[in-house]
């Protein structure tokens, strides 16, 4: 099973092109999506990975996409407005961030790849769960969710993050007492 954690979001689905199961892709970041072994999107809650066919440019920052098994107009009507993923290890994107070295440089992670992360604080132990990220507002939110169910909101920023670690999905943070006191 594919987890958030494994995933790097990369763009959107648009509108279907045609009738032969083509759709408009925009991507958010810079990656050839003929190269990637797969793009995965959530689907009732589960990340499931999609074989692309064929990509051909259609303006500067969109592109056709046609996925493999999905070949009619109403096949891709499902995946308009959806977001897609890409694997993260996918040595596709791992050539792009090499750094002079020829090592791959980790630039971080989204807000979103953290829900499911246990929030633990230097000062105040465990605070909870992130169950979700409020991006309403100018300042983005993180939702963290106590043992007691209580919804806790933080501001999502690296002065407040210790240190992130993907393998026990545990975040640990360094956030003032003030700030858990306003929730």
Not at 1 to 25: C, D, Q, W, Y
Not at 119 to 135: A, L, M, R, S, Y
Not at 138 to 147: H, K
């Amino acid at each position: 099973m594919i987890k958030r954690t494994e995933l790097l979001e990369a763009g959107r689905f648009n509108k279907p092109h045609g009738i032969k199961g083509e759709i408009s892709v925009t991507l958010d970041i810079d990656a050839d999506l003929s190269a990637v072994k797969c793009i995965v999107v959530e689907i009732e809650g589960l990340f499931v990975p999609f074989f692309i066919a064929s990509v051909r440019p259609k303006t500067a920052d969109t592109s056709l996409v046609s996925i493999d098994g999905i070949d009619s107009d109403e096949q891709v009507r499902e995946f308009v407005n959806r977001t897609i993923y890409l694997l993260r290890d996918d040595e596709a994107l791992q050539e792009d961030d090499d750094d002079e070295d020829g090592d791959y440089e980790d630039d971080g992670f989204y807000a979103s790849d953290l829900i499911g992360f246990k929030v633990i604080d230097d000062e105040q132990g465990q605070i909870g769960t992130i169950t979700d990220v409020n991006d309403s507002t100018a300042n983005i939110l993180f939702v963290i969710t106590d043992e007691n169910g209580r919804e806790i909101l933080v501001p999502v920023a690296d002065e407040f993050i210790t240190s992130v670690d993907p393998e026990t999905e545990i975040l640990t943070t360094s956030i003032p007492p003030e700030i858990l006191n306003l929730n």
